[in-house]
């Protein structure tokens, strides 16, 4: 556990607030909730949650609840005060630190964004899902990249920090329409980013388009290879991507639930292993030297040891094949940042 991080307390609200469903959404699936609302005070399914999440606090020293699955800032302005209230108790006891919920884009307004300010909002999300209009068009969003921008406008007059969430293999994207949005999405400086696979859900309309033809979803290969390309970009510009792909549930791993799509349980392992290994390649290639040598020593944090080995020592094996005339060893130094790889003959 990284005493690190802070503790996210999540509470869903699937659907609650969303003015449609897009068409590959089915919320119920992918927060494993099928209630639409946590029951409001009295003995709530919040207070339980809060209870339960707090035992693992641990070390940490910050916590916060987040609303996650719903469209938050589109609920009754009655309900967004209700919810807030209830966590107002944790919040004056220092139980917890601040309150974090995911939006539409086309919810920020200023009128919004004054109803929740007297609260400790520490981070508002927005739902990007691409800055490319007719993929927004294609996937039935209801919104436009022009929202999204004048969203973020707007929560820069805000002390929250901003996320975004976007998706990969949407219908209609591609590889250069999805490097151009995230290119476009990253000038507008915002803090953290969250990306998530697009998967065939049960009872949404893209299961319709999946079993008409019309609809062909990305393999767990081409996906971490674009999504590596959308780290890259977001890295580049200081963008903390602080997510890949969706949270494991008994419901995601239900194949009769997720028809199709590049479901794994350790999406973002998979994306950071691809990161290492090119680091590691991009240093070999750029110091002929280092071919010279028998042995090659890999120096990681302990915290990238699995990263760096991949999925069952699978880099290992890729760079021996890539390389046959080396040997790879693998030493861990704390000092290190959790990005960077050494090597040392």
Known sequence: MDQTKPLVIPVFIPHSGCPHQCAFCNQSIITNQKSSLPKLPGKTALHQIVTQYLQYKGLRKYVELAFFGGNFLGLAHETIIQLLDMVQPYIHTKKIDGIRFSTRP????????????PYKISAIELGVQSMNDEVLLKSRRGHTSMDTIKAIDLLKGYPFKIGVQVMVGLPGDHEDSLFKSTKKLVKLTPDFARIYPLMVLKSSLMEQWYNQGRYQPLSLEESIR?????????????VDVIRMGLQASDM???????????WHPAFGHLVFSELFYDRVCNKIDRSPDLLKSERLALIVHPRSDSRLRGDKNTNLKRLGRRYPSLKFSIRL????SVDEVGIIQ
Request: hydrophobic content about 50%; aromatic content about 2%; overall charge negative.
């Open 226 to 238: 674009l999504v590596k390309g959308m780290v890259q970009i977001f890295k580049a510009a200081k």
């Open 252 to 262: 995601m791993e239900d194949e009769s639930m997720v028809l199709a799509g590049p």
């Open 333 to 336: 130094d704390a000092t290190l």
């Open 106 to 117: 086309d919810t920020i307004t200023q009128q919004t964004l004054d109803l929740v300010q």
